[in-house]
């Protein structure tokens, strides 16, 4: 399977070391070229930094950028998204107070994006609720990471799943894309906690059976 990342930094670094990983073709596309090409460097494998003015490659389109700059790329690529899956991976937290989630009750920064992609293409929320360095690790504390999925699309959802899996991490499908809202507020608990418990943005959400 082939993915493109849009976004050079940590997140993008995390989720791309995992694809990398899992044997699979990533393209790095950043605002800053350079950027991308040395992501794209240190990624290795089947990690390549295209043109940006290339046509997005990936079958799988995940958006490694902050909320709500999110949705202004996915307009930027509207015309490339047709058909494709797109991974939203945003936690929209209020960057004012810092004490809340900038999406309206009722609502999610996915549910917003499947709002403004084309007809056809399906949102699949993902990765919200893992950190960039564990990614990177693949794990903490000796336990593979689990990646929370939602969407509507049984078919999108199995494709990020493989791609979940094929990394050496655990999928786990918590149901369609409305669940989006309690992973965003599960993703905002997590970040909100790191320093009360000292946890260093090393901690993850492991669920057992």
Do not use: C
Request: charged share 20%; no cysteine.
């Amino acid at each position: 399977m082939k993915v493109t990342i849009i976004g050079a930094g940590n997140m993008g670094r995390g989720i791309g070391t995992r694809v990398v990983a899992g044997g699979h073709e990533v393209e790095i596309i950043d605002r800053d070229p350079a950027e991308a090409q040395a992501l794209a460097g240190e990624l290795g494998g089947a990690a390549t930094a295209p043109d940006p003015s290339a046509p997005l490659g990936g079958e799988v389109v995940v958006f490694a950028v902050y909320y709500p700059g999110i949705k202004d790329a996915v307009q930027q690529y509207a015309d490339q998204l047709a058909g494709k899956v797109v991974v939203d991976i945003t936690n929209p937290v209020n960057t004012d107070t810092w004490d809340s989630l900038a999406t309206e009750p009722g609502s999610s920064s996915a549910e917003e994006v499947q709002g403004v992609v084309p007809s056809g293409t399906s949102v699949v929320k993902a990765f919200n609720t893992t950190f960039a360095a564990t990614l990177v690790q693949g794990e903490v504390d000796d336990q593979r990471l689990d990646v929370l999925i939602a969407g509507d699309d049984e078919d999108a959802k199995r494709k990020v799943s493989q791609l979940v899996s094929d990394g050496g991490l655990r999928p786990l499908d918590v149901g369609p894309l409305r669940r989006a809202q309690q992973l965003e507020n599960l993703g905002f608990l997590h970040i909100a906690i790191q320093q009360p418990l000292n946890l260093g943005f090393g901690s993850a959400i492991k669920l057992h059976p």
